[in-house]
């Protein structure tokens, strides 16, 4: 997914939280489906800037001459502009964008 193209506000927003919970029923269980969502956001656009960042690394022998590389600069800054993946896994949620299984009692006793 492409995580630029989100339409999750890049500022924390209150939410009613009996509002979220709707779907679930339980407000615990809709923290959880968003937090793992959240995880799985960050760990992608983590993987994603390491990938990117990968090509600017140096050698250990040149690391003593300090420099910028304004292009390293520009993608870690596009990142870091980017919506929280707390907010981004949240506006998904809301969007009925988001695929989960809640799964009853009787399977966790099995």
């Known amino acids: ?23 679930v029923g339980n407000v615990y269980e809709t923290v959880a489906i ?4 959240a995880n799985q956001i960050s760990t992608s656009l983590k ?36 919506p929280k993946p707390t907010l981004i896994a949240t506006q998904e949620y809301i969007d009925n964008e988001l695929v989960y299984r809640v799964g009853s009692k009787d399977d966790a006793l099995k």
């Open 47 to 82: 993987r994603e800037l390491d990938s990117k960042l990968q090509d600017f690394s140096v050698p250990q022998e040149a690391m003593d001459e300090t420099f910028e590389n304004k292009e390293q600069i520009e993608i870690s800054r596009s990142y870091e502009k980017l």
């Open 34 to 37: 968003i937090s793992k969502r």
């Open 1 to 23: 997914m492409d995580y630029k193209k989100t339409k999750a506000s890049k500022n924390t927003i209150t939410r009613d939280m009996n509002q979220l919970s709707s779907k």
